[in-house]
């Protein structure tokens, strides 16, 4: 089993444990495992009974904080629970029972301790933090003056293997519990980066139609005109409207609505330039910004979009039609988007009045009274 799959059957599945959760379900499953190494360990050395008692205690506690905290899904009441195992009671008891500052087994323990403070909210952290380190300088000096209360190893070859194998043992579990944590890491980053890009792309498209909405549209548009004065180049926009929206929500419902605008959305990305960009103006109101090109060829764009649209049919036969207006650029005129984009609605607005289905250009050039140019 690969450390992946291990990692996910130790700590649970990412979508269902936050990462804090799942450190702490493995460092408390690496816990276990060492309890157990280390008192096998004991068990062939011959250490005090005291302390293997300790250590059976130690791991059964462990073993039913991890029940709770991995199966249970009861964090902060786990997680406090071990830091108080294993800095308050376990720690004292391995030092004493396990030869002071010549055994090892207890700073194994407190080093699973700091781990699991680090994952405890800030006052916890630093309350269990300073009573680790108060502890442990009780304990030296308990030593010290009472050294007669500590049980020793006796026998040297036993002390420096106790030692040697308990830094062996915890230095092998932390590289192990490192590789975990970056591999969790990793997911969750790219989990936080996957959902970063769903918010940005629903921040910049229309829930329903799946065009550009209208606050990002008219960003676009916007930073287009700014490009354009600095490097000067034809553009035009597009400014589409079904024909009659209101009557087909009021006798099709409003869901039929809904599927009439995602028809023509769809429609509308399939025609368009790939240089092109299309977006959900309003209702039923769409655009279309079209770099490169002048009125003319705008408008031959805007004829075969509504072509395509008076070709579709939409549920029982049904078919609909777009209006459009189309304006050309004018940087001597045009000091904003939305004096651009009146034009093109004024063109839009004159389709209307000419009998609908039909594209409309403004191209009076000094944007007084403008004519229009009726459907081809």
Excluded at 159 to 167: K, L, Q
Excluded at 223 to 248: Q, T, V
Excluded at 345 to 351: E, G, I, P, T
């Amino acid at each position: 089993m690969d450390i992946k799959k291990l990692s996910l059957l130790v700590g649970g599945n990412p979508d269902s444990f936050s990462l804090k959760h799942r450190i702490f379900n493995i460092t408390a499953a690496v816990a276990i495992v060492v309890a157990l190494i280390v008192g096998i360990e004991n068990l062939f050395l011959n250490l005090s009974p005291l302390l293997n008692i300790s250590i059976f205690v130690y791991t059964m506690l462990m073993i039913l904080i991890y029940y709770l905290s991995r199966l249970k899904c009861i964090l902060e009441p786990s997680i406090t629970a071990a830091c108080i195992l294993l800095i308050l009671i376990f720690t004292p008891a391995s030092w004493i029972f396990n030869g002071g500052t010549d055994g090892g087994a207890h700073y194994t323990v407190m080093f699973y301790g700091l781990v699991i403070c680090a994952i405890c909210s800030d006052w916890k952290r630093n309350l269990f933090i300073f009573l680790l380190v108060l502890i442990v300088i009780g304990l030296g000096i308990f030593e010290y003056f009472y050294p007669q209360q500590i049980y020793y190893i006796d026998k040297r070859i036993l002390r420096y293997f106790d030692v040697i194998s308990s830094m062996v043992i915890t230095i092998g579990l932390t590289i192990l519990l490192f590789l975990v944590y970056i591999r969790n890491y990793d997911h969750e980053r790219a989990r936080v980066l996957q959902y970063s890009q769903l918010l940005e792309e629903m921040a910049i498209t229309d829930g329903l139609t799946g065009l550009f909405n209208h606050s990002y549209i008219y960003k676009l548009l916007e930073d287009i005109i700014i490009d354009s004065r600095r490097n000067p180049d034809k553009l035009s926009i597009i400014m589409l409207d079904l024909d009659y929206f209101k009557n087909i929500n009021d006798t099709f419902g409003h869901e039929f609505g809904n599927k009439v605008l995602v028809e023509v959305a769809s429609s509308l990305k399939n025609n368009i330039r790939s240089s092109d960009l299309a977006g959900r103006y309003g209702g039923e109101e769409f655009i279309v910004i079209c770099p490169g090109i002048g009125v003319q060829e705008a408008s031959a764009l805007a004829q075969r979009l509504i072509t395509e649209i008076e070709n579709l049919i939409i549920g029982d036969g049904i078919k609909v039609t777009l209006s459009g207006g189309v304006a050309e650029l004018d940087l001597d005129i045009d000091d904003t988007a939305i004096s651009f984009i009146e034009k093109a609605d004024d063109a839009l607005y004159q389709a209307k009045r000419m009998g609908r289905n039909r594209i409309a250009e403004y191209i009076n050039t000094r944007g007084r009274v403008p004519s229009f140019q009726p459907s081809y």
